[in-house]
């Protein structure tokens, strides 16, 4: 396997293991092994073990010495720290955004949405590339770049949360909102409209824990 077609699988790899991840279909705890999905995929080991070092790096996969690799558990104070660090970044990158955002960045944010397309596993996994897209760019605009890629990382270790919202024939709307509250150059209402929609994800993310999942919580 040449260079190139090594890359094309190891990102294939890892875009498709992360959407089992994100939507649910893979549970944490469970040992991924490098020969099967090797197999699965009809390449060798090196584009998976890559694959999965990089789903490390999301904390999406956790690598145990001599163990293996697993998808990651997540403790209810972890995921709560993160949650109160997203809202106090992006509140902070918010607030600069909204004094500095230019036209043309205002452009780009109105493009970074396909539409809704349903409900399904494919539809979710792009809402929330588009959902960590949208917030990335709102941090950019700030002019910290520092801020934007601290945010772009909590959005990759919060996706599998995400989900759980099921905003995906809301969320355009919302970013919507936010996007001319930025073009108004209005601080107070651009916060406004960016803290609802944190306080909704966080609720709803913190509901279903609690609903669905809290007996097998590591709290």
Do not use: C
Request: no cysteine.
């Amino acid at each position: 396997m040449d260079d190139l077609n090594a890359k094309t699988s190891k990102e294939q790899i890892y875009r498709e293991i992360r959407r089992s991840i994100i939507i649910g279909n893979i549970s944490p705890g469970i040992r991924l092994d490098i020969s099967r999905l090797a197999n699965q995929y009809h390449t060798s080991v090196t584009p998976v073990r890559d694959a999965l070092h990089l789903l490390s790096q999301d904390d999406l996969i956790t690598i145990k010495p001599r163990s293996g690799y697993f998808v990651a558990h997540m403790t209810f104070k972890k995921l709560r720290d993160l949650l109160d660090v997203r809202k106090i970044l992006e509140l902070a990158g918010i607030e600069l955004a909204a004094m500095r955002i230019t036209d043309d960045e205002l452009n780009v944010l109105r493009t970074v949405h396909a539409g809704y397309t349903g409900d399904d596993d494919v539809s979710y996994d792009r809402y929330t590339d588009e959902n960590r897209q949208f917030h990335f760019l709102v941090a950019s605009a700030s002019g910290n770049q520092e801020i934007a890629e601290m945010i772009a990382r909590l959005h990759d270790r919060l996706a599998r949360f995400m989900v759980y919202r099921h905003a995906g024939e809301s969320q355009e709307v919302t970013h919507a909102r936010i996007i001319e509250a930025l073009a108004l150059h209005d601080v107070n209402l651009s916060r406004q409209f960016l803290l609802e929609d944190i306080e909704a994800s966080r609720d709803a993310i913190l509901n279903f824990v609690f609903a669905d999942e809290a007996d097998s919580w590591k709290i």
